[in-house]
């Protein structure tokens, strides 16, 4: 396994308090008892009785999800965002992509309506984000059917939210994923879901179920929550948005003749019907999209984006087994069983250039994320007195009895330690194998009771010559990862706060980072608020901003908006030539190299002719001169060679004949 080293260059922390506007929610400055490496805290603004999740960017605009609405920001100026509005919307978990005015926010938990003054389906937990583990259990227990799917907001005025429309999705939207479609005058959400506990039907027109029919279903029948939604949304009419089909993706879990011997279902948890995706990432310049579904990772072709298709189905070793319950055991206080476990497919993310897709793997930790201490046996597990690490499925909170843990004594897990919670980097034309892997090196936090560190939503940096990602960790903070080097990815950049943090606003369990992405010369780091067994706090970093110090980093380019899921245009270089070529004349041709209208600079373009044959580095302004004297009319050849996340580009220029 490749791992990350930890690059001590701590610097300076600075911690400064976002404005707000009047009426706005409470702000709380985060003291700088925190570390780092190669990296500056700019911004910070906690919350409080919420869960954040993730966030999208329109121009100046930031607008980020949590479980009960979205917070929207001016992020004009970086490094002093200002809160724009606090709009309650509720429904976790509230993931969200933006389209212009219009905000598409993710409902995963039953209400009893689309709109935004909606509650939870139960009758024991108010709509409040849970604050014990007594409440967490009644919420299990007693959530019902009710609408689940995508509210659309807009915030054409930024600082007065307003809801749109609500559209309704079997199982509803654990996340969607933003796919233009504008010779049509729609945009498509791609709606990721699964069945979890399976409610059956809404009462909205909507259903989710473990299974649909006869368990195993008859040849040819389509067993559990298969499939994606998609909802298509009118531009000139957001609210008659609408589910407009229902992909079956054929997902097929851990490899079929070890389900058969072993009497597993290929499905999630070894739990038959448990079926669907967690997130999903498109490329748009190749029209292809990768999909984390539970027990595998799929790549799609979305050639018709209202009707993709699969490809080829990823195959990660580490994951799959686990996913699916194969050779996974667990332990409780009375019993020895397959299964359950929370090893999951999670997010993905593809490289600028095409090449690569970054998946995430949602195990529930590994050993670089400890407790303080390891049990050498599975007596302790579910009872009182477990070791806080006693395995990577399910950590035992001290007081429960149902949690279970791994069998296998110290590190002899099922999963090898090194396999859990970590990112993943396939190359999109061999999905067999991923060709590397990346988690923190060194520990970083001592973990809590039944917590554990995981790779969430992160992404590429759109820099040329370099492969680097953000990375979002539960409670292990945020990071930079450097791709170039399979064998040796390395840590370049990272964030968290340190365990002897004092008072609630800095408390160490808020590096419980949710997401964390690159937008214009910024990482914005969004922050979960977990709330797991009997360790429920009540407060969560929030948001914040940090600029990395990285010479590699310093070209990356701007983006005019960013959905993080969705990337619309490749890194591609284009040439233009300015200049009056003439055979027998001696001239000067002056080009210029580009990236997303931006120079690109330091990059070798090549001109080839008949009896010419040149070479220069474009200068700051992404600009070389050749001077040339053609022989003959041939055209001139103009090159530059793809690079580490960008694709490569040509041009040419016509000579004009020789004076007479």
Known sequence: MRRLLRLAFPLGIVAIMLAAPTGAGAQVTVTPDSSGANITLNASSATTGRQNTDMAFWGDTLVQGDTRGIRVFDISDPVAPVQLSDFACNGAYGDVSIWGNLVFRSVDRPQDSAGCGSVDTTTTVTPAVLTSAAAATAQATSQAPGWEGIQIISIADPANPQFVAGVATDCGAHSNTLVPDLAHGRVLLYISSFPNTGFGDSGFGTSCNLLDGASPPPPGQVSGHDKISIVSVPL???????????????????????????????????????????????????????????????????????????????????????????????????????????????????????????????????????????????????????????????????????NECDIGTSNANPRDTYDRGAYWLFDVNHPDWPVSSAKPETPRYIRQANQGCSSRLGGFIPAVGTYQTTGAWGLMGMDVIDWDNFFDTKETAYYVVETTGTGAENAPERSHAWSAYWYNGHIYVSYDMPSYGTWAPTGSRGLEVFTVTDPALDGAFDLQRLNPQTIESALKCSIAAAGSP????????????????????????????????????????????????????????LSVAADANMLGCSASKSVARARR
């Open 236 to 402: 000139a009419n957001p609210a008659a948005a609408s589910v407009i089909n229902e992909v079956t993706l054929g997902t097929k879990g851990f490899d079929s003749f070890f389900n058969w011997i072993l009497d597993y279902t290929g499905d999630f948890s070894n739990t038959p019907g448990y079926k669907g995706c967690h997130d999903i990432a498109v490329y748009m310049p190749a029209k292809k999209a990768a999909a984390a579904c539970v027990t595998e990772g799929l790549l799609l072709d979305i050639s018709n984006p209202a009707a993709p298709t699969v490809e080829e189905h990823f195959v990660n070793s580490s994951i799959d087994r686990c996913s699916t319950g194969v050779f996974h055991l667990t332990v409780s206080s009375s019993t020895t069983a397959a299964g359950p476990n929370n090893c999951m497919w999670s997010t993905a993310a593809f490289s600028y250039d095409g090449k690569y897709v970054m998946f995430g793997d949602l195990s529930s930790g590994f050993n670089r994320c400890r407790g303080t201490g390891e049990t050498t046996s599975p007596s302790t597990c579910g009872t009182t007195g477990g070791s806080l690490n006693v395995g990577a499925d399910r950590y035992y909170d001290g007081t429960s009895v149902t």
């Open 582 to 637: 003439r055979v027998g004349v001696r001239s000067n041709l002056n080009v210029t190299v580009r990236v997303l209208g931006q120079a690109l600079a330091g990059h070798r373009v090549s001109l080839r002719s008949f009896g010419i044959s040149q070479a220069k580095v474009t200068n700051a302004a992404g600009k070389v001169k050749f001077t040339i004297k053609p022989k003959r009319r041939n055209a001139l050849r």
